[in-house]
């Protein structure tokens, strides 16, 4: 009898414990399910701040090239400016000195024929 109960408890314990191991592999197993979809979650995100980022550096690039062409374009009209600016400033500065050159020829003139007025006079 004794050792009747005692093969029963020997089978109670076994199967106790087998049921035990099951559990805790079927626990290990879902564990490892978890993490595995952890870390396919934290690849996949990391996956899309990556094309994110990428995303945002071109559009910076095109940002860049776009602002740098206009201040290209910028810069291209502002010394066509200038170049007009010393052209015109030549241009009037030629003017001026032709008019100069023409006030005094015509003073000149003037003293001549007043000269001549008064030697006919």
């Known amino acids: 009898m ?11 314990a076994k199967n106790e ?17 978890e993490i595995a ?5 934290r690849d996949e ?3 899309m701040a990556e094309n994110d980022k990428q995303q945002a550096l071109h559009l910076a690039e095109a940002e ?5 062409d ?3 374009k910028s810069n291209a ?13 030549n241009q009037l500065y030629d003017t001026m000195e032709k008019a100069q050159q023409t006030e005094l020829k015509k003073d000149e003139q003037i003293k001549d ?8 006079k």
Do not use: C, P
């Open 37 to 41: 979809a952890v870390h396919k979650d």
């Open 2 to 12: 004794y050792e009747q109960e005692r093969e029963q408890l020997l089978l109670k």
């Open 113 to 120: 024929l007043q000269n001549l007025l008064e030697d006919t």
């Open 64 to 68: 860049r090239l776009r602002i740098t």
């Open 70 to 72: 206009r201040l290209n």
């Open 45 to 47: 995100s990391l996956l």
């Open 77 to 89: 009209a502002n010394d066509q400016l200038k170049t007009d600016q010393d052209a015109l400033k």
């Open 17 to 33: 414990f087998e049921e035990a191991e099951e559990k805790h592999e079927k626990t290990v197993g879902q564990l490892k399910e």
